[in-house]
């Protein structure tokens, strides 16, 4: 696709329930990141995929959190019984190689409301 | 102490003056520096990258970078009303890249 695509773009969900989260990267892309930022706050870093592994997932809060990338090429970030402190805007981003020296490019977001 | 600092602001700067983000980070190991920007409700996009020590110009963007004072800034010349966004200063560290908490820059016409 022409940018990093992530869906839903709002997700309005009762503590205690599951979502998932989709972000479609670059075409091409091998390297894919997942970030979290909350109202008034920088990124936060969640987990990094290489081609279909998780070479770090240091960032995840907690093991209600997990991200699994399929084909080198979609991935999906799941948050089970969802707390309210979970609410975020969760980004996508996507590189071509993974390099430390290289671009981002993001996607616009899924804004995840824990009522 | 945090990886990444940067004041949280409000920066605010009259339009066609000098404005100046800084940002500090802690991985002495650290190579690559990065600013993004990021309008209100969007996602962030990157502006400009610093590797080396010294000043690199983009334009009416200036990265300053001195490792070993791990110190990494911006300048925006000539600032305009569209320059109002929050800025992201962004580090590689512990082989991640590792953002800090922006700064929101407010330009008054």
């Known amino acids: 696709g022409a940018g990093v695509s992530q869906s839903p773009s709002n997700k309005v969900t009762e503590k205690g329930k599951d979502v998932e989260l989709r972000c479609d990267p670059i075409s091409g892309h091998t390297a894919l990141y997942w970030y979290r930022q909350s109202l008034g706050q920088g990124l936060e870093f969640l987990i990094y995929f290489q081609g279909n592994s998780a070479p770090d997932k240091s960032g995840l809060p907690s093991d209600r959190f997990s991200a699994e990338r399929t084909g080198g090429s979609v991935s999906t970030l799941t948050i089970q019984r969802t707390q309210q402190e979970d609410s975020a805007v969760y980004l996508c981003a996507s590189s071509l190689y993974g390099g430390v020296n290289e671009k981002l490019f993001f996607g616009s977001g899924t804004q995840l409301s824990v009522l | 102490q945090k990886e990444v600092e940067q004041n949280s602001g409000p920066l605010s700067v009259p339009e066609g003056a000098i404005a100046s983000l800084n940002c500090t980070y802690s991985?002495?190991?650290?190579?690559?520096f990065f600013w993004y920007r990021q309008y209100s409700g969007k996602s962030p996009e990157l502006i400009m990258f610093i590797y080396s020590n010294g000043d690199k110009e983009d334009g009416r963007f200036t990265a300053q970078l001195n490792k070993a004072s791990q110190y990494v800034s911006l300048l925006i010349r000539d600032s305009q009303p569209s320059d109002s966004a929050t800025y992201l200063c962004a580090v590689t560290g512990w082989g991640k890249l590792i953002f800090g908490q922006g700064t929101e820059l407010s330009v008054k016409p």
């Open positions: 991985d002495r190991g650290s190579q690559s």
